[in-house]
């Protein structure tokens, strides 16, 4: 893709720890992303102003992306700067830090609705506006969706049905020429790393084959090859992006 | 919709998301029940609510600063202490008239 070239980009989770460092990663002249943020109003207008010192141009839009009416606004906004969506990415989560067996059914249906469901129904929201870009999906998962996680609530079968859904729409999108892929990231330094307790943190890093967690920037690198033209032969593929721990653990 | 919501009205909504949120009898969630320490609802039961209750009142809640808006003094005290029902309902009713006098 030339380097100047006017294209979208819809970021849901912009504001956080790895949806921010895509954001980054995408951030340049010429191109205009939609950050969804839930939350944190003053830490959205600083990753804004921080993009728009980039080059790029900035939207936020506050609102639960579960909500078919956050997406809906998103989907307008997105039709009223001209209708072409690149870049879809889904960098949402929600848990409680507790095992699995204690997760009550609300919980459960909270959890699987902002992590998973969101994903299918932002898809659904911007079809078509990533048809006629020949956009790319990227979804964030975690290594939370194949192995055992403590106290990971239930964002662990959540990722899980994440990585079902990525496939399926994979298959399913691609006679509209959409791409559709997964990051399956480690633990990174960040928000989710502080929450889980010592012992956990420092079993990932005595695990790992760098001794180390991942940065956002790591897994933000990969997200963009994903949805880059560089790889677009590629779709329906979950990335696992952790250094290694995924073999080695 | 939100504005036609009295206090009372507000509050019954309150106490019906609990109930279903919590899986609890409505009858069992009174103004002065303390959601944290006597319903027992978690943190990810508040986002929840959050969510349940923007979408019945149509209103934009931020489920994190509920520990400031129940009171302009956050450290004095426990918020568990002071986060019933009532006061729960009283803040939504107060953002409900914000935003109507806004609008």
């Known amino acids: ?249 | 919709m939100s504005s036609t919501l009295t206090a009372d009205g507000v509050r019954e909504c309150v106490r019906e998301q609990l109930a279903i949120v919590l899986s609890l009898p409505l009858e069992s969630i009174h103004p002065q029940s303390r959601i944290v320490l006597d319903l027992g609802a978690e943190s990810l039961d508040l986002v929840d609510l959050t969510f349940r209750l923007e979408d019945t009142l149509h209103i934009r809640l931020d489920a994190r600063r509920l520990p400031d808006v129940l009171d302009s003094d956050a450290a004095r005290g426990d918020f568990r202490e002071r986060f019933t029902v009532e006061a729960l309902s009283a803040y939504l009713q107060s953002q409900i008239e914000r935003g109507d006098a806004g609008a």
């Open chain 1, 1 to 249: 893709m030339p380097g100047r070239e006017r294209s979208v980009a819809v970021v849901l989770g912009g504001t956080g720890d790895l949806g921010g460092a895509i954001a980054r990663r995408l951030a340049r002249p010429g191109k205009e992303l939609v950050l969804g943020y839930l939350q944190n109003r003053d830490r959205a207008e600083k990753a804004a102003c921080d993009l728009r010192k980039l080059g790029a141009t900035v939207h936020l839009v506050e609102g639960n992306v579960a909500s078919p009416e956050t997406l809906g606004r998103i989907a307008t906004l997105v039709e009223e700067r001209g209708g072409r969506c690149d870049h879809l990415v889904h960098s949402v989560a929600v848990t409680g830090f507790k095992p699995l067996s204690d997760v009550k059914a609300n919980q459960w249906d909270l959890i699987l609705r902002v992590s998973t469901l969101s994903l299918l129904e932002a898809a659904q929201h911007l079809a078509r506006s990533l048809e006629r870009a020949g956009g790319s999906i990227v979804a964030l998962s975690s290594a939370g969706s194949v192995r055992f996680v403590p106290r990971y609530g239930a964002l662990g079968p959540a990722k899980a049905a994440l990585e079902a859904v990525v496939r399926q729409l994979a298959i399913e999108l691609a006679p509209r020429g959409i791409r559709v892929n997964a990051v399956r990231a480690g633990l990174i330094e960040g928000s989710v790393a502080r929450a889980l307790s010592d012992d956990v943190r420092e079993d990932v890093m005595r695990r790992s084959p760098w001794g180390r967690l991942g940065t956002p920037e790591e897994v933000a690198a990969s997200a963009a090859f994903l949805l880059s033209d560089e790889a677009r032969w590629i779709t329906g593929h979950v990335l696992d992006v952790d250094g290694g721990w995924s073999i080695s653990a």
